[in-house]
């Protein structure tokens, strides 16, 4: 199983990313903080299997979303795509062009 994952660095989306690297899929982590893992000895056992793969990226950043969506293909066709990302505090505004989610 190919997964993509955006909002997996901790809480719902991290357990659910770890119970699927647990069953042996490979997940692509798109991740603000590229080191929010490196104290992570579970991870980072997936990570040097090439089973965890991480990228650098924001949620509101068109374009690095759609890198992260492309770094994740390389890998196989997409099966899953995990989303735990909330509702901001402040609603995003319709004026904003590049505010997407
Ligand atoms: N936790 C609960 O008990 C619970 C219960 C019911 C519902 N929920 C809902 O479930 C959702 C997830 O909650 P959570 O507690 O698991 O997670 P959370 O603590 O809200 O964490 C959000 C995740 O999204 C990432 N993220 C936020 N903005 C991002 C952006 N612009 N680009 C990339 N990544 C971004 C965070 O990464 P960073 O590390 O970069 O911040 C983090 O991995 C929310 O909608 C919450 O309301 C949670």
């Known amino acids: 199983m190919n997964v993509y994952a ?8 991290y ?3 770890v119970q699927l690297l647990k069953k042996g ?5 798109l991740l603000r903080n590229l080191s929010v893992f490196d104290d992570d000895a579970e991870i980072q056992r997936y990570i040097k299997d090439g089973k965890a793969r991480l990228l650098k990226g924001d949620a509101l950043n068109r374009e690095e979303v ?4 492309a770094a994740a293909a390389q890998a196989g066709p997409i099966d899953v795509f ?3 990302i909330g ?3 402040q609603p ?3 004026s904003d062009p ?3 989610i």
């Not at 899929?25 to 982590?29: D, K, L, S």
């Not at 759609?66 to 969506?69: K, Q, R, T």
């Open 15 to 17: 357990y659910a990313a």
């Open 87 to 89: 509702t901001p505090a």
């Open 6 to 13: 955006i909002g997996a660095s901790r809480h719902i989306g």
């Open 25 to 29: 899929a490979t997940v692509t982590f």
């Open 82 to 84: 995990l989303f735990t």
């Open 98 to 100: 590049d505010a997407h």
């Open 66 to 69: 759609a890198a992260g969506w």
């Open 92 to 94: 995003l505004h319709a």
